[in-house]
T-cell receptor, first 118, second 114 residues
Framework: GAVVSQHPSWVICKSGTSVKIECRSL??????MFWYRQFPKQSLMLMAT?????????EQGVEKDKFLINHASLTLSTLTVTSAHPEDSSFYIC??????????????FGDGTRLSIL | TQLLEQSPQFLSIQEGENLTVYCNSS?????LQWYRQEPGEGPVLLVT?????EVKKLKRLTFQFGDARKDSSLHITAAQPGDTGLYLC??????????????FGQGTILTVHP
């Protein structure tokens, strides 16, 4: 159980394109989803916390207008990288958890999306 | 801002050796999770420790949570090439606006040579 699916797994596009990444919880409802960015051989950096039905909470230094997050249902959150540029190239990972005590409800991670902007 | 210092960042050892990875913080966490990640994939949860002083074992892996819930360690006995990967510790925040967020350590890249 607790499977998180992320799509697409790999995307290559031209500079200036907007790219949408989907994060779905397949067998549970996720009131909260998290979006991370990861550079090669480094740890995960939290970008934003996405709560179903409300605005996302962004971490300091993350541009809200650049990284649009929508969490319209209990099983789907999307991250749109608007007008992507080469410096946005990275590995983006989402995670999801069910509301409740964090001790019992760990975050379940998707397999990530490799974004390459040419 | 909570910080979690993870060390060492890189570890290259021979098959059969033992190793320990440490995560330290000045902050108290409600729980601490350890993940393992392979290239091109998302992190996979290994264990969650909750109680100060708690010790959990997963085959050759032993996880310990400090008494004050500020630090944790991962010990691997008789490492195997299949243990190669990125190991991440992450502290969970239980209260206030940080509820549910994880603070990640910098990660430890482990390479076990046959």
């Amino acid at each position: 159980g607790a499977v998180v699916s992320q799509h697409p797994s790999w995307v290559i596009c031209k500079s200036g394109t907007s790219v949408k990444i989907e994060c779905r919880s397949l067998d549970f409802q996720a009131t909260t989803m998290f979006w991370y960015r990861q550079f090669p051989k480094q740890s995960l950096m939290l970008m934003a916390t996405s709560n179903e039905g409300s605005k996302a909470t962004y971490e300091q230094g993350v541009e809200k207008d650049k990284f649009l997050i929508n969490h319209a249902s209990l099983t789907l959150s999307t991250l749109t990288v608007t007008s992507a540029h080469p410096e946005d190239s990275s590995f983006y990972i989402c995670s999801a958890r069910v509301f409740g005590t964090i001790n019992n409800q760990p975050q379940h991670f998707g397999d990530g999306t490799r974004l390459s902007i040419l | 801002t909570q910080l979690l210092e993870q060390s060492p960042q890189f570890l290259s050892i021979q098959e059969g050796e033992n190793l320990t990875v440490y995560c330290n913080s000045s902050s108290v966490f409600s729980s601490l999770q350890w993940y393992r990640q392979e290239p091109g994939e998302g992190p996979v949860l290994l264990v969650t420790v909750v109680t100060g002083g708690e010790v959990k074992k997963l085959k050759r892996l032993t996880f310990q949570f400090g008494d004050a819930r500020k630090d944790s360690s991962l010990h691997i006995t008789a490492a195997q090439p299949g243990d190669t990967g990125l190991y991440l510790c992450a502290g969970a925040n239980a209260g206030g606006t940080s509820y549910g967020k994880l603070t990640f350590g910098q990660g430890t890249i482990l390479t076990v040579h046959p």
